[in-house]
């Protein structure tokens, strides 16, 4: 049995419905399991991760555990000590690249996610660390734009990253969980090839089929509605990442390739499989 946090998520998700392919019993936690609508198959569970008393529930019979650590916020001890006392013995982390050799500590994207490392490394439990970089999904916070039109308002046009689907980062995450050799291993995951903000607008116009231009902003016009997925006092963080990668060289590894045996999927199929995130009316 492994046990997902974080469930309903894009990566959980993908993680569940790749566990559930390879024939693992999955525990899927979620704070509303009747609108998780998740994977058939799947042991959809509510979780309150503030409820200590109701935490051992959630690792009974379990022998894995996906921290999703966006899902889990500050309680990556208490769900530790807990899944420890139930019996499981391997851990998989979602991290962040901002973590790395030498990276600043007292940058709050980098100390929010170390903190959850030292936490799991010192676990005593088996541990593998996923670290990856910019996340396709990110990306959906331009969808409202390309509904509305053909382009799309933002800040630093020329940032080159190279995003990575959610699908890549779970099936890494399914070869942690279910194979061998991956013991203190840390995983840095991006897609295989770098292109700029630009760039990838118009790959999503393409999926969409139509042409779809990004027009650059200065930066103090970016306010919080433009990046909905950064959490609270991060942004300035996150914009000084963003004015960075207009003139460094971003990472690129193979290591999505290295662990699963496949190529990492590019933009362009990442844009491809969410057309309809880019087009559907929200509700």
């Given at each position: 049995?492994?046990?997902?946090?974080?469930?309903?998520?894009?990566?959980?998700?993908?993680?569940?419905?790749?566990?559930?392919?390879?024939?693992?019993?999955?525990?899927?936690?979620?704070?509303?399991?009747?609108?998780?609508?998740?994977?058939?198959?799947?042991?959809?569970?509510?979780?309150?991760?503030?409820?200590?008393?109701?935490?051992?529930?959630?690792?009974?019979?379990?022998?894995?555990?996906?921290?999703?650590?966006?899902?889990?916020?500050?309680?990556?001890?208490?769900?530790?000590?807990?899944?420890?006392?139930?019996?499981?013995?391997?851990?998989?982390?979602?991290?962040?690249?901002?973590?790395?050799?030498?990276?600043?500590?007292?940058?709050?994207?980098?100390?929010?996610?170390?903190?959850?490392?030292?936490?799991?490394?010192?676990?005593?439990?088996?541990?593998?660390?996923?670290?990856?970089?910019?996340?396709?999904?990110?990306?959906?916070?331009?969808?409202?734009?390309?509904?509305?039109?053909?382009?799309?308002?933002?800040?630093?046009?020329?940032?080159?990253?190279?995003?990575?689907?959610?699908?890549?980062?779970?099936?890494?995450?399914?070869?942690?969980?279910?194979?061998?050799?991956?013991?203190?291993?840390?995983?840095?995951?991006?897609?295989?090839?770098?292109?700029?903000?630009?760039?990838?607008?118009?790959?999503?116009?393409?999926?969409?089929?139509?042409?779809?231009?990004?027009?650059?902003?200065?930066?103090?016009?970016?306010?919080?509605?433009?990046?909905?997925?950064?959490?609270?006092?991060?942004?300035?963080?996150?914009?000084?990442?963003?004015?960075a990668a207009v003139t460094a060289e971003p990472e690129v590894t193979t290591t999505v390739a290295e662990v699963t045996g496949r190529p990492a999927h590019?933009?362009?199929?990442?844009?491809?499989?969410?057309?309809?995130?880019?087009?559907?009316?929200?509700?």
């Open positions: 049995m492994i046990v997902v946090t974080g469930a309903s998520g894009n990566v959980g998700r993908s993680l569940v419905s790749q566990l559930l392919a390879e024939g693992a019993p999955v525990r899927a936690l979620t704070r509303d399991p009747g609108r998780a609508a998740l994977p058939a198959g799947a042991e959809a569970v509510r979780a309150d991760f503030a409820d200590r008393a109701g935490l051992p529930a959630l690792f009974a019979g379990a022998t894995g555990l996906f921290l999703n650590l966006s899902a889990v916020h500050g309680r990556v001890p208490d769900l530790l000590a807990a899944a420890t006392a139930a019996g499981v013995t391997r851990v998989v982390l979602l991290s962040s690249g901002a973590v790395d050799e030498g990276a600043d500590e007292s940058h709050p994207v980098v100390a929010h996610h170390l903190a959850a490392e030292r936490a799991v490394t010192a676990s005593g439990l088996r541990w593998t660390l996923l670290r990856p970089n910019a996340f396709a999904t990110n990306s959906f916070q331009w969808a409202p734009q390309v509904r509305a039109g053909n382009t799309v308002r933002g800040p630093f046009a020329g940032a080159r990253t190279a995003p990575i689907h959610e699908a890549d980062i779970a099936a890494v995450a399914v070869r942690a969980l279910l194979g061998d050799g991956h013991h203190a291993a840390v995983y840095r995951l991006t897609g295989p090839e770098a292109s700029t903000t630009s760039e990838q607008i118009a790959l999503i116009g393409a999926a969409v089929g139509r042409p779809v231009t990004f027009t650059e902003i200065p930066r103090d016009e970016v306010d919080r509605d433009l990046f909905p997925h950064v959490p609270p006092g991060m942004l300035e963080a996150i914009l000084d990442a963003f004015a590019t933009f362009a199929r990442w844009a491809t499989d969410h057309a309809a995130d880019f087009t559907a009316p929200t509700t």
